[in-house]
Nanobody
Framework: QVQLVESGGGTVQAGGSLRLSCTVSGGTFTSYAMGWLRQAPGKERKFVASINRSGRGTAYTDSVKGRFTVSRDNAKNTVYLQMSSLKPEDTAVYYC???????????WGQGTQVTVSS
């Protein structure tokens, strides 16, 4: 059974930084492209960033480009989301997800809350 466990969320002031981690167990980590998505209160879950299986390809939603960096350590079965220059509008529950196929996520973490105060 594949499990994804996120950590690193919390409350930070605007302009601050946080690093989220997501560790995958029960599967072959290098088989998955990994993504980060977020869901703000009352809104739909939206794409934030993704990284391919090798780690050499990344993608970001426009609102986080230049502020967030996604990376992975295949030796540790872990994907990271480094978030800097945080804004109140970044407040959301952040989910990591693993993808075996294009344009779909097959496994999800439980989510971690990020709150940015102004």
């Amino acid at each position: 059974q594949v499990q994804l466990v996120e950590s690193g969320g919390g409350t930070v002031q605007a302009g601050g930084s946080l690093r989220l981690s997501c560790t995958v167990s029960g599967g072959t980590f290098t088989s998955y492209a990994m993504g980060w998505l977020r869901q703000a209160p009352g809104k739909e879950r939206k794409f934030v960033a993704s990284i391919n299986r090798s780690g050499r390809g990344t993608a970001y939603t426009d609102s986080v480009k230049g502020r967030f960096t996604v990376s992975r350590d295949n030796a540790k079965n872990t994907v990271y989301l480094q978030m800097s220059s945080l804004k109140p509008e970044d407040t959301a529950v952040y989910y990591c997800a693993a993808s075996l196929t294009v344009n779909s996520y097959d496994y999800w973490g439980q989510g971690t809350q990020v709150t940015v105060s102004s």
